[in-house]
């Protein structure tokens, strides 16, 4: 598996060009969502740690992604989470 | 003697004639002038939100113009009505635009700014529960931050009130304070600040 160098903690990731971000209000230019690209070895505790400085608040970032993960120990390394 | 009561007939026929001519545009002007306070009435109903310079502006003129007719100058009144007129089309216009634009620019803030609010609220309440503060985040920037969120809610809550109440240029103003507050919280949460609240 490559090896990904860690990513900025607090980069905002490329979730798509900001003409298709932007309704005709412009409320999506609103949005802020926080977002973490997982990376080799990241577990949810790790990624809260980081976050919260708490790994024991794992649960509200499993909480904020139910639409993309099943269970809070199965991660994928490049997969996008909203960091609540 | 006969040439001076010719003399004084003949004044007296003029001057008659004079008062008549006057008398006769009497009507007019006061249609005219009826017709000016029905244009400027009509503009200012938004004209005195949006553009009350420009309201105060008709105002005085329509002032002018009724100052005008009770001194008897009516000519002057017929002269001056139709331009008052147009001037009162005109802001009736531009005071139309201006509530168009500025209720694009709070139907922007108002789905827009309730996302970055909650987006603090969540963080700070996270944060609150957690039992070691990430780096770069101390209690007292979670302190400050809980304080600015505090700042937010009021401040918004109160251009919301001010939107409620028709006064969109004061709730735009109250929601421009609120963006420049929450990008400062965000900040301090490490947060990423959107776009929208970028100066």
Not at chain 2, 53 to 66: K, N
Request: charged share 25%; with cysteine; net charge neutral.
């Amino acid at each position: 598996m490559a090896e990904k160098k860690n990513p900025d903690p607090w980069a905002i990731p490329d979730i798509g060009t900001e003409s298709e971000n932007k309704s005709d209000t412009g409320a999506d230019s609103f949005d802020a969502t926080q977002w973490h690209e997982v990376t080799k070895g990241e577990t949810l505790w790790k990624i809260a740690e980081q976050y919260y400085g708490d790994g024991n608040l794992y649960p509200k970032i499993f909480d904020a992604n139910r639409d993309v993960l099943k269970d809070p120990n199965k991660i994928s390394i490049g997969q996008k989470l909203r960091i609540p | 003697m006969r040439r001076a009561i010719n003399y004084f007939v003949v004044t007296i026929f003029i001057g008659a004639v004079m008062i008549g001519c006057g008398a006769g545009d009497k009507g007019p002007a006061e249609t005219a002038l009826k017709g000016v306070d029905e244009a400027v009435t009509t503009a200012k109903a938004d004209a005195s939100k949006y553009l009350p310079e420009q309201a105060g502006s008709l105002d005085a003129q329509v002032a002018a113009l009724r100052d005008k007719f009770n001194k008897g100058d009516y000519k002057a009144v017929l002269a001056d009505a139709p331009t008052i007129t147009a001037k009162a089309q005109e802001v009736a216009s531009a005071a139309a635009a201006k509530k168009a634009e500025l209720t694009k620019s709070w139907e922007g803030l108002s789905s827009g700014m309730p996302k970055v609010v909650e987006a603090i609220r969540s963080r700070v309440d996270i944060l609150s529960q957690s039992k070691k503060l990430p780096k770069g985040i101390s209690s007292e920037t979670l302190a400050q931050a809980k304080a600015g969120l505090n700042q937010i809610t009021e401040q918004w809550n109160a251009a919301t009130e001010a939107s409620k109440d028709g006064n969109l240029a004061d709730a735009i103003s109250k929601a421009s304070s609120v963006k420049v507050k929450a990008a400062e919280v965000l900040t301090l949460l490490k947060m990423p600040v959107p776009e929208a609240l970028k100066v």
